[in-house]
């Protein structure tokens, strides 16, 4: 997973570097680095705190113009409180406090009216406790981290409410059978003891996608490539399917040949193939069609990879619904699920170097495809 801080640092410290070594604060000629091109709000101010750069974005985050900021002392130009009402820069002091302080860490603080902005500041000195030459602050909106609160938020709620239904069950199952034990018939044990068994199965599936989100996240997911038989796979699906009360006649797997040799990690292949089959029969209708074929692989025009279609006849997926079926949550219909099986398996893909795709499929349902690149190790090259 990518990390904003790390790029927010990287553009005050490129800054930072540009305030110490150009007099005036308007773009560096040896990089062409433009403060209105930063993502972030830029704020300098020179060694009597008047502020002489206020960059494009800081007027956005701040909606104060730049020309009521310009020369102005900084704590008029930002009028800071921490969330406790206090003005911010009473308590930092830069130019009065102590020598050896370098800035200040990325904090929330509220402007006049409310309005809440990420802020830091990094205190630019000739020697490590000489007086501040340059005060260099940035600013971030904070849309993005609310997002990401929002985000962790609705996890934590899914999580809990699928956590909740099988852990009652299994609970209310094993209390019962220690309280009554011999009033059970074994064919009655045996039904409760299995459906303890299910719902413990559906929390380990549970716990086991939270850890591949957290991998798929981190860049941490490993692959351990081997050869995989694609097709063979499919149809180690579509048997366990049909032992498990689906009509044989409701699957068509097609296949053409040759395929190329490929090398992917065939644990994840499987996740991948029995999220997109299982979506299709639960969410969709008619046929199941799998077709498995040669494609060019993705980003290489003159290497050949291993395609897989998963079709159906159901309603399909709406138009407006196409952009965000691999984002977390996502679901298509009301019959169960967490919503984060189709983001593991873009995950997944992706990882191995691959594309995936949805579309409405030629019998009117939701089509995914996927292409996985060849990944052959380099001694086979």
């Not at 600013?139 to 609310?146: K, M, P, Q, S």
């Not at 692959?223 to 149809?235: C, F, N, T």
């Amino acid at each position: 997973m990518s990390r904003p801080g790390r790029t927010h640092a990287a553009a005050v410290r490129a800054i930072d570097d540009a305030a110490s070594t150009s007099p005036v604060i308007g773009g560096d000629p040896a990089t062409g680095l433009d403060p209105d091109d930063l993502p972030d709000g830029l704020v300098v101010a020179d060694e009597s705190g008047r502020v002489i750069c206020f960059n494009r974005a800081a007027v956005r985050i701040t909606a104060t113009p730049r020309a009521a900021a310009l020369g102005r002392s900084v704590e008029h130009a930002l009028p800071f409180e921490d969330l406790k009402g206090r003005r911010w820069w009473d308590l930092t002091d830069p130019y009065g406090g102590l020598a050896t302080r370098v800035g200040q860490p990325e904090r929330n603080l509220l402007l006049p009216g409310g309005r809440e902005v990420l802020v830091s500041a990094r205190y630019v000195r000739d020697t490590p406790t000489g007086p501040v030459r340059r005060l260099v602050v940035s600013l971030r909106g904070t849309e993005a981290r609310r997002r990401t609160e929002r985000s962790h938020a609705e996890l934590i709620a899914i999580v809990a409410h699928e956590l909740r239904s099988p852990l009652t069950s299994v609970k209310g199952f094993t209390a019962t059978l220690l309280a009554k034990w011999e009033r059970f018939t074994d064919d009655q044990k045996r039904l409760m003891l299995e459906t303890v068994d299910a719902d413990a199965n559906r929390v380990n599936r549970l716990i086991a996608e939270l850890l591949d989100i957290s991998r798929i996240d981190s860049g941490r997911l490993e692959l351990r490539r081997q050869p995989v038989d694609v097709s063979a796979a499919v149809e180690r699906h579509v048997q366990a399917l049909t032992a498990n009360g689906q009509a044989p006649d409701r699957f068509l797997v097609r296949t053409r040949q040759p395929l190329p040799d490929l090398w992917a990690d065939p644990d994840k292949v499987d996740q991948v193939l029995g999220n997109l089959l299982e979506n299709a029969v639960r969410h969709g209708e008619g046929t199941v069609t799998i077709e498995v074929a040669p494609a060019p692989a993705p980003g290489k025009s003159d290497e050949i990879g291993t395609a897989v279609t998963v079709s159906d006849e159901g309603p399909g997926i709406p138009e407006e619904s196409m952009g965000r079926v691999f984002t977390r949550f996502w679901r298509g219909s009301k019959r169960g699920g967490t919503g984060l099986g189709l983001y593991i398996v873009k995950g997944i893909v992706e990882a191995h170097g691959g594309t995936i795709t949805v579309d409405r499929g030629p019998g009117g349902g939701a089509e995914f495809r996927f292409i996985l690149p060849v990944s052959a190790p380099a001694y086979l090259a």
